[in-house]
């Protein structure tokens, strides 16, 4: 018998250009060969998504002297297990010195030239050329003009790729393999040429977000899907100098919100933010800036510190070596490694506890564990803790601020960053966009420190010198920065030196030096949950904060840290939750019908 099955349909491969715009090719074939060649027409309409990445997140390079070129100075590329080990081996062992010299906000700018990605994703997607070379560098290239090459690939890349494959693969909802569709949900018309529809009104679950957010969330609706699949969502980055006054990012941010809608021209009316910590800081006081909050059609904040976290104080003062070995071979061993950066970035400075962050953060306890002085602040930590300088337990040695073959930098420097750092938290206390969806972490297998406790224990004496009668817990509360000894890792130590003292072993004696001290003051480790770096309540404070209705959806998340917020399956649901019902509520471009 006679083949009589209907042939293939023929389907003409689609690019984008620039502009987002869509490009079908198509080789011309013999007359006889008639059949129709059907060109998949993607929604007119364009709603791009921007990821604002936290501190630490955007690449960095130098700002070059006349007749030399930039140098990357922190780059994110992922090596070994996607980690980013170029990055350690650039920063390990550095001295506090070089670390001031070179990590100034002045003297880097954003590196728009780490890894991206070069394989096709959602909507980057490159018109086909003869050479592989050249269609290979075609991707790279419009990866970088999204902005991708400007922040970190180790912490950041698996996540946009997986969000825009999710949002740009396809724009059919029963195609969409996140819900489970049931016959129930679609209205399947007779003519196989056309494609089923959703029925209006029915919930929708999205299963991977896990059933502690399913708990949490009313379901979505087939009226959700529908309008958000007449978008395309092309994922962009937006870069930034994390050292510098995070309202020079805002202002810069909005910049590039206005530069991706003229991209994209008339079919674009509005973006989303998507941001990741300190990102969500910028995020906010962008949508406070003229014609922004219209611009901007939501914004979803993973882990953002609102009030601050007291981490970032107890890393100037003993550095990171009882977090985590790895990070602090980055970011600083040391209290002197940390403050030679942290007290001349405005940026750093402004993820240090607002004067809305629970007062009483900072604690000083005798050796039977009771208060030793009034917990600090009682009010205004700026004044209290950041800009005290006749106490120990203040944020900052002064002698720090000049490390050996650094930059140096004077009180009066540091003290306008702080002053940058108060007036930035003020400009966006209860700011908020209008359309706001959070989630934060409460996870007890990621303990955070909601304050910060120095603990008085007796020190080791000495029988060949003694020390004498110690001073009490009140006399040490009121010590000024020189009578405490402090290497800038913990504990800290009062009256002594150190000594050695040879230690009888079988070749002979071994010199062995020890502190020798009437207290010693140890810096405690974390007393609550949260992510590990932001605590449970600077996370969960925007509902309470926010004017009734900024923030329409807030939860509560865990299994992941900080870092690794958007690493994991729940929290990329989420924000694909929150996406959709962002889009459902945008600003249709008015020349689309």
């Given at each position: 018998?006679?083949?009589?099955?209907?042939?293939?349909?023929?389907?003409a491969?689609m690019?984008?250009?620039?502009?987002?715009?869509?490009v079908?090719?198509?080789?011309?074939?013999?007359?006889?060969?008639?059949?129709?060649?059907?060109?998949?027409?993607?929604?007119?309409a364009?709603?791009?998504?921007?990821?604002?990445?936290?501190?630490?997140?955007?690449?960095l390079?130098?700002?070059p002297?006349?007749?030399?070129?930039?140098?990357?100075?922190?780059?994110?590329?992922?090596?070994?297990?996607g980690?980013?080990?170029?990055?350690?081996?650039?920063?390990?062992g550095?001295?506090?010195g070089?670390?001031?010299?070179?990590?100034h906000?002045d003297?880097?700018?954003?590196?728009d030239?780490?890894?991206?990605?070069?394989?096709?994703?959602?909507?980057?997607?490159?018109?086909?050329?003869?050479?592989?070379?050249?269609?290979?560098?075609?991707?790279?290239?419009?990866?970088?003009e999204?902005?991708?090459?400007?922040?970190?690939?180790?912490?950041?890349?698996?996540?946009?790729?997986w969000?825009?494959?999710?949002?740009?693969?396809?724009?059919?909802p029963h195609?969409?393999?996140?819900?489970?569709l049931?016959s129930?949900h679609?209205?399947?018309?007779?003519?196989?040429?056309?494609?089923?529809?959703?029925?209006?009104?029915l919930e929708?679950?999205?299963?991977?977000?896990?059933?502690h957010?399913?708990?949490?969330?009313?379901?979505?609706?087939?009226?959700?899907?529908?309008?958000?699949?007449a978008?395309?969502?092309?994922v962009?980055?937006?870069?930034?100098?994390?050292?510098a006054?995070?309202?020079?990012?805002?202002?810069?941010?909005?910049?590039?919100i206005?530069?991706?809608?003229?991209?994209?021209?008339?079919?674009c009316?509005?973006?989303?933010?998507?941001t990741?910590s300190?990102?969500?800081?910028?995020?906010?006081?962008?949508?406070?800036?003229p014609?922004m909050?219209?611009?901007?059609?939501?914004?979803?904040?993973?882990?953002?510190?609102t009030?601050?976290?007291?981490v970032?104080?107890r890393?100037?003062k003993?550095?990171?070596?009882?977090e985590?070995?790895?990070a602090a071979?980055?970011i600083?061993?040391?209290?002197?490694?940390v403050?030679a950066?942290?007290?001349?970035?405005?940026?750093?400075?402004q993820?240090?506890?607002?004067?809305?962050?629970?007062p009483?953060?900072?604690?000083?306890?005798?050796?039977?564990?009771?208060p030793?002085?009034?917990?600090?602040?009682?009010?205004?930590?700026?004044q209290?803790?950041?800009?005290?300088?006749?106490?120990?337990w203040?944020?900052?040695?002064?002698?720090w601020?000049?490390p050996?073959?650094?930059?140096p930098?004077?009180?009066?420097?540091?003290?306008?960053?702080i002053?940058l750092?108060?007036?930035?938290?003020?400009?966006?206390?209860?700011?908020?966009?209008?359309?706001?969806?959070?989630?934060?972490?409460?996870?007890?297998?990621?303990?955070?420190?909601?304050?910060?406790?120095?603990?008085?224990?007796?020190?080791?004496?000495?029988?060949?010198?003694?020390?004498?009668?110690?001073?009490?817990?009140?006399v040490?509360?009121?010590?000024?920065?020189?009578q405490?000894?402090?290497?800038?890792?913990?504990?800290?130590?009062v009256?002594?030196?150190?000594?050695?003292?040879?230690?009888p072993?079988r070749?002979?004696?071994?010199?062995?030096?020890?502190?020798?001290?009437?207290?010693?003051?140890?810096?405690?480790?974390?007393?609550?949950?949260?992510?590990?770096t932001v605590?449970?309540?600077?996370?969960?404070?925007?509902a309470?904060?926010?004017r009734?209705?900024?923030v329409?959806?807030?939860?509560s998340?865990?299994?992941?840290?900080?870092?690794?917020?958007f690493?994991?399956?729940?929290t990329?649901?989420?924000?694909?939750y929150?996406?959709i019902k962002?889009a459902?509520q945008?600003?249709?471009?008015?020349?689309v019908?």
């Open positions: 018998m006679p083949d009589t099955a209907a042939p293939a349909q023929r389907f491969p690019s984008y250009n620039a502009r987002g715009q869509p079908f090719q198509w080789t011309l074939t013999p007359a006889e060969q008639c059949d129709p060649v059907i060109l998949r027409i993607p929604p007119d364009i709603l791009p998504v921007v990821f604002v990445p936290g501190i630490m997140g955007s690449n390079k130098s700002v002297d006349d007749g030399q070129e930039a140098e990357p100075v922190w780059r994110l590329d992922a090596g070994l297990a980690k980013p080990v170029d990055l350690f081996r650039r920063w390990n550095v001295p506090a070089t670390r001031q010299a070179v990590l906000p003297r880097v700018t954003v590196d030239a780490g890894a991206v990605p070069e394989r096709r994703v959602g909507s980057v997607i490159v018109p086909s050329v003869d050479s592989a070379t050249q269609s290979k560098q075609a991707l790279i290239d419009r990866y970088r999204r902005g991708w090459g400007e922040v970190g690939e180790s912490s950041y890349h698996p996540f946009l790729i969000l825009e494959d999710s949002l740009n693969s396809s724009y059919r195609e969409w393999p996140e819900f489970q049931k129930m679609l209205d399947v018309p007779d003519d196989p040429s056309l494609q089923p529809r959703l029925k209006p009104g929708v679950p999205l299963a991977g977000l896990g059933e957010l399913l708990r949490q969330l009313p379901h979505l609706k087939t009226d959700d899907l529908s309008a958000r699949a978008y395309r969502m092309p962009h980055a937006f870069g930034y100098n994390w050292l006054d995070n309202n020079v990012a805002a202002n810069k941010l909005a910049e590039r206005d530069e991706i809608r003229r991209q994209y021209g008339s079919e009316q509005q973006v989303i933010l998507v990741h300190m990102g969500g800081l910028v995020a906010r006081r962008c949508a406070q800036l014609g909050s219209e611009a901007i059609a939501g914004v979803v904040h993973g882990v953002m510190p009030h601050g976290a007291p970032a104080y890393r100037c003993v550095g990171m070596q009882q985590s070995t790895m071979a980055v600083g061993v040391t209290g002197q490694d403050t950066v942290f007290a001349q970035s405005p940026g750093a400075l993820l240090l506890p607002t004067k809305n962050y629970s009483g953060w900072l604690r000083l306890r005798d050796p039977d564990y009771a030793a002085m009034p917990a600090r602040p009682e009010a205004d930590p700026y209290e803790i950041y800009l005290r300088r006749d106490r120990w203040a944020l900052l040695r002064e002698d601020l000049k050996k073959d650094g930059a930098a004077e009180w009066k420097d540091y003290a306008e960053n002053e750092a108060k007036l930035f938290h003020e400009r966006i206390d209860a700011a908020y966009h209008p359309n706001t969806y959070v989630y934060y972490g409460a996870d007890a297998k990621q303990p955070s420190f909601e304050t910060i406790t120095w603990q008085m224990r007796a020190g080791r004496g000495d029988l060949n010198r003694p020390l004498g009668v110690p001073p009490d817990a009140f040490v509360s009121t010590m000024q920065m020189a405490v000894r402090d290497q800038g890792s913990s504990p800290l130590y009256g002594g030196s150190r000594v050695v003292e040879h230690v072993v070749a002979g004696r071994l010199a062995v030096s020890m502190e020798v001290s009437h207290w010693e003051l140890h810096c405690e480790m974390q007393d609550g949950i949260g992510d590990g605590p449970v309540s600077s996370g969960q404070a925007p309470a904060q926010a009734e209705g900024q329409r959806v807030q939860v998340a865990t299994g992941f840290d900080h870092e690794g917020a690493k994991v399956m729940q990329r649901h989420f924000t694909l929150s996406l962002i459902a945008a600003k249709r471009p008015s020349c019908a």
